[in-house]
């Protein structure tokens, strides 16, 4: 990740943390790992302080065999740490003019080991990094950790408190037209609606004997001011904007108007979203909205936003990925965090269930020679966010493959890591882009809080 032969030059930041550890390893260690594997991963270097004007300086590890028999020790150890995410190769002895220092590269932990935790209390003892270094969990943070890590989705959930009467009507019958012509003859329109409820899993019988909703039924099906309360955050949010920015139409779930829930609000903004789009995109944006509402934490803060403007549409929801982003873009894995709520969606030919849809976006994105998607993840809250620029880039864009920008963001990301500094000159002939194309991608970096802009040029975010 970085160049040893030039550690003089590096400072701390989202990515690289420094420890003396000459009195042995220190407790904050294991908070700086944790922090990694539950954020973007990074590199623990020991040996190495961070001086007055924030450079490193080596010092000597007298015994560094010692201490890192001692880290083996304790991150074998599950009483200690939760989980070892390390290879034998993660942790290194470096020799740097005589001086002695260990590097331990910690990965992102997949989000069924997550959250990574010191002690046996993950309430205690979760951590995550942001831009002024290691911050302690909230409880809500450890709670969509935990979530996250179940293999069965909280959407399945059966809500005995509820009953029938939480459903809206017109959705179910809409709902139910759908499904009679995607699936004609097979009694879709003949059932009634506890049946109904039950055959496509938006409900189930409860010990009682009566039909009770599932949170997914619920949460597509049910009226707004019942779903929130059960998921108190709950919010979904249309915006149409002009040229200027002024708003120039609105659709929000709880204005009393409509029902308030997934299905219709999917069905609300359909349409509007791709007025006066090509044609060739209106799948993929649609599904991109879909892909929002199936992948929400409903428990978490921020409410679903769909914000059209004339040159993007910026789709948000509350959560962190469940893949890694690269696989995302890859495709061919599928691992909604609400898989009865995309079963819901499936039904009525909404979505893929093969993970195919966001390559599929970026393939006609690139075919259009538009500039390509961005997708973002922030921590505090958790969200993900996905822009869709719906304008034409440069022909060397055009020529990019369907997942350019995001390997441009990780190539730019592992040269400032080992570079220390990037502008839009280095960044171009590392990318095998235009020096304004290459500007674009570091302000978007920039824009997510990944670099600051400094007069030497851009850097990771201390």
Request: some cysteine; proline content about 4%.
């Amino acid at each position: 990740m970085i160049d040893f032969g030039r550690i003089g030059e590096y400072s701390e930041n989202n990515r690289i943390e420094a420890k003396r550890a000459m009195g042995g390893l220190p407790r904050s260690l294991w908070e700086t790992y944790s922090a990694f594997a539950n954020s973007f991963g990074g590199i623990l270097l020991l040996g190495v302080e961070e001086l007055a004007d924030k450079t490193f300086r080596t010092v000597n590890l007298p015994a560094p065999e010692k201490l890192i028999a001692e880290f083996w020790e304790i991150a074998e150890d599950k009483q200690r740490v939760s989980e070892n995410l390390l290879a034998k190769d993660d942790v290194m002895i470096h020799e740097i003019d005589g001086d002695h220092i260990i590097s331990i590269t910690v990965p992102r932990a997949d989000r069924k080991k997550r959250p990574v935790y010191i002690g046996n209390n993950p309430y205690s003892g979760t951590y995550r990094r942001d831009g002024e270094g290691d911050y302690h969990c909230t409880a809500e943070e450890v709670r969509m950790m935990l979530r996250d890590r179940e293999e069965r989705t909280l959407d399945e959930k059966l809500l005995p408190h509820m009953f029938m009467d939480v459903f809206a009507p017109e959705t179910l019958r809409r709902y139910r037209t759908y499904l009679k012509d995607r699936h004609p003859g097979q009694g879709y329109e003949a059932e009634r609606e506890e049946g109904l409820v039950c055959r496509i899993g938006a409900g189930k019988k409860g010990k009682d004997g009566t039909v009770h909703p599932t949170a997914a039924g619920l949460l597509m099906f049910g009226y707004e001011d019942e779903i929130v309360k059960k998921y108190p955050y709950f919010f979904l949010d249309y915006q149409e904007r002009t040229e200027d920015g002024q708003l120039r139409e609105r659709i929000v779930s709880n204005s009393g108007k409509w029902s308030g829930n997934l299905f219709d609000f999917y069905l609300k903004i359909s349409g509007k979203i791709v007025r006066g789009l090509p044609h060739d995109i209106h799948r993929p944006v649609r599904e991109a909205a879909a892909n929002c509402m199936m992948n929400g934490d409903y428990m978490g803060s921020g409410g679903l936003t769909v914000i059209k403007k004339q040159d993007e549409i910026c789709i948000a929801n509350p959560g962190s990925f469940r893949i890694d982003i690269l696989e995302a873009i890859n495709g061919g894995k599928s691992d909604p965090r609400n898989r009865r709520i995309a079963k819901l969606f499936h039904l009525v030919k909404v979505g893929t269930r093969t993970g195919a849809g966001v390559p599929d976006m970026y393939r006609v994105w690139n075919e259009k020679g538009w500039r390509m998607p961005e997708i973002q993840e922030r921590f505090r809250p958790d969200r993900i966010t996905l822009k869709l620029p719906l304008a034409a880039g440069r022909e060397e864009q055009r020529q990019d493959s369907w997942m350019r920008m995001q390997e441009y963001k990780d190539a730019v990301l592992d040269y400032v890591t080992w570079a220390i500094y990037i502008n839009g000159k280095d960044a171009g002939e590392e990318l095998k882009i235009s020096r304004q194309e290459a500007e674009t991608v570091l302000a978007a970096m920039e824009e997510e809080g990944i670099l600051v802009r400094t007069r030497d040029g851009y850097r990771l975010k201390i």
